[in-house]
């Protein structure tokens, strides 16, 4: 007798609901918890600094673009999906934007020039892209100049620093830093913050 069941139990054991092991459900969860990109995560980096300000300082340049002496001021004042606007106050100069740019498979950085009455000067919309994932916390906008890699880096530590500067080989040379761990007040607004700049690729 118990031999002749034994093909029925099999049977009924096939009709069973299979329980479902952590490795079933990985498929179902892996869109959610897949971390974001260096890339994404630097951009959330910067929107978290959006509608505050911070005193600066310049560490080092190559040049006298900036006296070292000047009241900087940063004001995190725009932050969208795609484009993020990061006015830099010199004393009573506010003739300078930094335009983050975001695209599918990198970021962008351009500069934003305006005379006082708004209009762009002709420098304006210089900049560069990336040319790798960089990390959260720093992200280059380069390209190959001759031998060495030229351009800008941008890092943030959030809650301490944001750095902005001009860089050569990955090492600063216009290096400007920003104080995140007291907020300062927000200044008069930007000159040209009215328009967008028309030297747009």
Do not use: K
Request: with cysteine; net charge negative.
């Amino acid at each position: 007798m118990l031999r002749s069941a034994l093909p029925l139990l099999a049977a009924a054991a096939l009709l069973l609901p299979v329980a479902c092991t952590p490795a079933d459900t990985d498929g179902a969860d892996t869109a959610a918890s897949e971390p974001a990109s260096p890339q994404d995560a630097f951009w959330a980096n910067l929107q978290g600094l959006c509608e505050s300000a911070a005193h600066g300082e310049l560490l080092q340049a190559p040049d006298t673009q900036i006296d070292p002496d000047s009241d900087l001021l940063v004001h995190f004042w725009e932050c969208g999906d795609e484009e993020i606007r990061f006015p830099l106050h010199v004393d009573d100069n506010r003739s300078r934007t930094w335009v983050f740019i975001r695209h599918d498979d990198h970021l962008e950085l351009r500069h934003d020039h305006r005379h006082e009455d708004g209009t762009e000067e002709d420098n304006t919309w210089y900049g560069d892209t990336t040319i790798d994932e960089g990390t959260a916390n720093r992200q280059e906008f380069a390209s190959m100049r001759g031998e060495v890699i030229g351009g800008w880096a941008v890092e943030i530590e959030p809650g301490v620093h944001f750095t902005y500067g001009t860089m050569r080989d990955h090492e600063f040379r216009h290096h400007l830093r920003f104080d995140l761990t007291r907020e300062a007040e927000l200044p008069p607004m930007h000159w040209g913050h009215e328009t967008r700049p028309s030297q747009r690729p």
